[in-house]
């Protein structure tokens, strides 16, 4: 054997032979769906690159594992630096157990300044941890239930929920607000505005256009909400409304942006909710400076809510405990801050936590 681990343009693999290699060993088939590919591996990186890493072998022309990558800077201390999206760890099953993985993290810690990646497995942790990343178990995540009798069948739950939601929206304040679609200056100013106090992955109108506005199976809003119709103080919120066999959930993708309009922008969630007969909304994120604000508008932290338990997994619908997905992170930069999750901003625009969990 002679191990090759390099990006697949470098190596000049073609996109087939990686999506071959997937339907061969991953099961979750949207990786061998050609829209979905490109979207995800080549639309996403910097002059349209396959940044997919491959450990290769030269001598008999084999592919025996893959990581996928997707490029995006990152704003740490407020410098930018470059960063990537950990998307897909495969590894061919008779290759296990060779130092495959190891060295793919090896080749990224020394292409990248920083890694992060969601939903790690039992087997990758072990390898992740050797290699000097950190692991948070669960992301945090909150959801607001509207109308319980459309999604109890759905859920697990104690007598006492029945008594606690019964009332639980009954008096919420509403703060006015005004909205419109963001522009590429809207988009400059919130990003130029939050990396002053926060660490996250650049959500400039490129990576929005690319990550919310052209994704080839989910279709997102992405609205700029205000306070005032002059829209100097402003947030982003993104999100998707899915209908799950008897009820329907709305995935609040993203929000962020000047902490005095929070507020505003969930009552326009509420409102948006209410408007539309959705039964329930979730948002997962780690940055604890804006989960406060949902947890003070009755938002229920599902990692801490032990009598109730929902899925967040719909296609199709699995209960998972805790029903969240974790994350494994690395830096060549600052660790401290990294770790500072009051300041860390990863949600589910992130990685391949929205990726579409079954297709046909």
Known sequence: MKLKIDFAYKLKISKKKIMKFYNDNWKNKILTNNKYYNWQFINSNNHKFDKNVIAYDLSDHKILGVMGVSDRFFFLNKKKIKGAELTTWCTDQNYINIGIGPKILDFLKKNYDLLIGMGITKKAIEIYLRKEFMYIKSIPRYLKVFNFNNIKNNAVYGSFFLKFIRNRNAEIKNYKYFYKKPNKLDLKTLENGFLKKNNFFSRDYQKVRWRLINH??????????????????????????????????????????????????????????????????????????????????????????????????????ELRDPSSSSMIFWTCKDFLDLNNLSKLYITKSDCDFDRPTRYN
């Open 216 to 317: 080839p199976f989910y279709k997102y809003q992405n609205l700029i909400i205000s306070d005032h119709i002059n829209f100097k103080k402003k947030i982003l919120i993104s999100y998707r409304i899915e209908e799950i066999n008897s009820f329907k959930i709305m995935r609040v993708i993203d929000f962020f942006g000047d902490e005095k309009i929070y507020k505003h922008g969930l009552t326009f969630i509420n409102h948006i909710c209410k408007k539309h007969n959705i039964d329930v909304a979730d948002f997962f994120c780690t940055n604890q400076e804006i989960n406060k604000y949902f947890l003070n508008d009755k938002w229920l932290s599902m990692l801490d809510c032990e009598f109730f338990k929902f899925p967040h997994l719909f296609e199709p619908i």
